[in-house]
């Protein structure tokens, strides 16, 4: 297939292709800020509208509009994310150490923002790479790809996955849909509908699995600080994004939430429950609390998470929302760097 002729294929567009830059080197942020730390401050959430209602969650339609859409589009939040070495190198070894699943293979990136998986895809072998980009910055991946000469390999589709078209199935479809605790931005529907619609049976899907693993942890400074503010409801209603101390938790206990991206449909994405412990050996303080979190995808591209805990054997039990779209950040330097363990 010629190299301009997505565009007659495809609901969404082909970037232009603005004239060639001086040659930009895509996986220039992989050795750039290698601190081993993940960059300092995690995306701000942009902010959409103030609808509080989850009715439609399930049913919104994939072309309304997205505010991570006018976030992505800027170079400065694409360049965070390629500075976040951790990230990006966790993503550079699962392809690069997997050739045999990208050699010669059709591969799909979903969310491409500036092309890095494509490249990487690209650099193993693939013979053939789209990368869908919803938002504006499809025009600077178009730009790298031009300049790196990867054309003839590489397909910027400027669209959103679940509206475009492509020429044919594919092997294997990669992407970094990933938000706070797994979910957040909801771009794990996304990827699961670029499942649903593109993939060959038996092909691969990388990252494979998803997780969400929940412990208690004991922390005095927080709720104190949190109490001073006004408007306390807003404010216990928060997740709070940060590294927090291993010795700060307080149960070996876990509740995991398992993600098969090979498997799972858009409607469990929507709505599902994390349990906050195993039943048969969760102890604090000499009471068994047991409870869970319930996921409800709202129209914030995020979700309410209604925590509900219970003092086993006691009428004693809580209830409280949080708004998983209102993160406050805290702790954001990682234990390790500060020398502390
Ligand atoms: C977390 S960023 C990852 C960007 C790039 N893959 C990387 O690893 O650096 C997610 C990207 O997916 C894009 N995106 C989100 N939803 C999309 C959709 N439905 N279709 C196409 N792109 C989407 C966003 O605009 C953003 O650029």
Redesign the pocket.
Same mark, same amino acid.
């Given at each position: 297939m010629g190299e301009d002729k997505v565009k007659d294929i495809t609901a969404g567009e082909v970037a232009e292709a603005p004239a060639a830059e001086p040659s930009t080197t895509a996986g220039k942020g992989v050795d750039s800020g290698s601190d081993g730390q993940p960059s300092a401050a995690p995306p701000a959430p942009p902010t959409q509208g103030d609808s509080d209602s989850v009715k439609d969650a399930s049913t919104s339609s994939s072309s309304e509009k997205n505010p991570?859409?006018q976030y992505?589009a800027q170079l400065t939040h694409?360049q965070n994310?390629?500075q976040d070495s951790v990230r990006v190198t966790a993503y550079q070894r699962a392809i690069s150490e997997n050739r045999a699943d990208f050699k010669g293979k059709v591969v799909l990136? $979903?969310?491409?923002?500036?092309g890095?998986?494509a490249f990487f895809a690209a650099q193993a072998g693939a013979r053939r790479v789209y990368a869908?980009?919803?938002?504006d910055?499809a025009e600077a991946a178009q730009q790298l790809v031009d300049a790196n000469h990867m054309s003839s390999i590489i397909k910027v589709i400027k669209g959103? $996955?679940?509206e475009i078209e492509l020429p044919e199935k594919v092997d294997v479809i990669v992407s970094?849909p990933i938000g706070f605790l797994l979910v957040h931005e909801r771009?794990l529907e996304?990827y699961v509908n670029a499942r649903e619609r593109f993939l060959k049976p038996g092909g691969k899907m990388l990252p494979t699995l998803g997780e969400i693993v929940t412990a208690p942890i004991t922390d005095e400074t927080l709720p104190r600080e949190q109490a001073l503010k006004k408007g306390l409801a807003e404010h216990f209603g928060q997740p709070v994004v940060g590294y927090f101390y291993p010795t700060s938790i307080i149960s070996h206990d876990r509740g995991r939430h398992l993600v098969d991206f090979a498997k799972a449909s858009t409607e469990e994405l929507v709505s599902f429950t994390v349990p906050l412990r195993r039943p048969e050996d969760s102890f604090f303080l000499g009471k068994v609390v047991t409870g869970e979190l319930v996921f409800e995808a709202n129209e914030k591209h995020s979700y309410f998470i209604t925590m509900t805990l219970r003092l086993e054997g006691t009428e004693i039990s809580s209830k409280q929302r949080i708004n998983l779209q209102d993160q406050m950040y805290h702790y954001l330097t990682n234990p390790s760097s500060a020398g502390q363990t």
């Open positions: 991570f859409d992505y694409q994310m390629l990136d $979903v969310g491409t923002g500036s890095i998986l869908v980009e919803a938002s910055v959103k $996955v679940e970094e771009m996304c």
